[in-house]
């Protein structure tokens, strides 16, 4: 076999309190009962078009910003169906009967195809399996990709994805050598500032947290898919470490003040983000209050804000 293509399902786990039949299965690393199978047809859109991945204006394609790199992708596409179509003989627009599995028009048409629990191989040597691979991709019943379910760009309920292993390949390694950089790049900090940075991580770090659970904490938290919670729940692990990695010292400073000041209650957070003190209002949000603190202009504010986060620690204590 040349070329493939392969769809695959995706791994999950999952740690229900009750055993359900679902769960038992992703146990043995299975999505359904042994022997069973997802049937596909390709999928049909309101305007009467089916997804079949050789669309030239498909939504997908059209949603490309730069215009150069659309219009490259368009000419790849449009050349790639007209290939096919002479290979096959068959019209392969996004109208056409072929992919009609109900048409009772003569000539060749679609069949359904069963993905089973695993990867599903398409050699990609032979048209009518290309073709078949093709809409497949296209159906947002299965992720483009595995990194794009981990996004959560589909719904918990898909299951399967298109695997192309130099993509993901791809993927892999910048999402580790991103990661690991960015370990590197905390690891050259002082002990106070990944305390700092921690914090704004929203992990339980303190003032007295040891140098090695703060480091095995944070290593945890950007080695992951996404932000699992706390208040950067469902982010990039990565986008959150930008956030706070090229901070000035004295805003970073400022920034874990104030995270500290709400987390320790002297100020809350009410209806709009409005920061309240007691029962008065303060700020109109929090982005005010960092942006007073910061004020060289405030700098009494600031001691008065140190002074009270003092006490009470103390009083926690």
């Not at 769960?23 to 089916?50: D, V």
């Not at 993509?167 to 106070?192: G, P, R």
């Not at 000041?261 to 957070?269: P, T």
Request: proline share 3%.
């Amino acid at each position: 076999m040349g070329k493939i293509g392969k769809i695959s399902i995706i791994p999950k786990d999952y740690d229900g309190a009750f055993p359900t039949m679902e769960k038992s299965l992703r146990q043995r690393g299975m999505s359904r009962a042994p022997g069973t199978t997802k049937m596909m047809l390709p999928f049909k859109e309101l305007s009467g078009k089916y997804r079949n991945g050789l669309d030239e204006n498909a939504k997908s394609i059209l949603k490309i910003e730069d215009p150069q790199l659309r219009k490259m992708e368009q000419d790849r596409i449009k050349a790639l169906r007209q290939k096919l179509q002479e290979t096959t003989g068959i019209d392969l627009s996004p109208t056409s009967e072929y992919y009609n599995y109900t048409s009772k028009k003569f000539g060749a048409h679609v069949e359904p195809v069963k993905l089973v629990d695993g990867d599903n191989l398409f050699n990609l040597e032979d048209p009518w399996q290309y073709i078949t691979y093709l809409w497949l991709c296209a159906d947002p019943r299965i992720a483009s990709s595995l990194a794009a379910y981990e996004r959560g760009e589909y719904s918990h309920e898909t299951q399967y994805y298109v695997n192309d292993e130099e993509v993901e390949n791809t993927i892999q390694y910048k999402k580790k050598k991103t990661a690991n950089d960015a370990i590197i790049k905390f690891d050259s900090w002082s002990l106070e500032k990944r305390k700092k940075i921690a914090r704004l991580f929203d992990l339980p770090v303190s003032d007295s947290t040891r140098e090695e659970v703060v480091y095995n904490l944070v290593d945890s938290f950007l080695k992951k898919n996404q932000v699992e919670s706390g208040v950067h729940k469902g982010k990039d692990p990565m986008k959150v470490f930008a956030l706070y990695a090229d901070l000035k010292d004295d805003m970073l400073y400022t920034k874990d003040l104030v995270e500290q000041a709400f987390k320790h209650q002297i100020y809350k957070e009410k209806k709009g983000g409005r920061v309240y003190e007691g029962e008065l209002e303060v700020f109109r949000d929090k982005q005010e209050l960092i942006d007073h603190l910061i004020d060289e202009n405030h700098q009494e504010d600031l001691l008065e804000l140190e002074k009270k986060l003092k006490v009470k620690k103390l009083a926690e204590v």
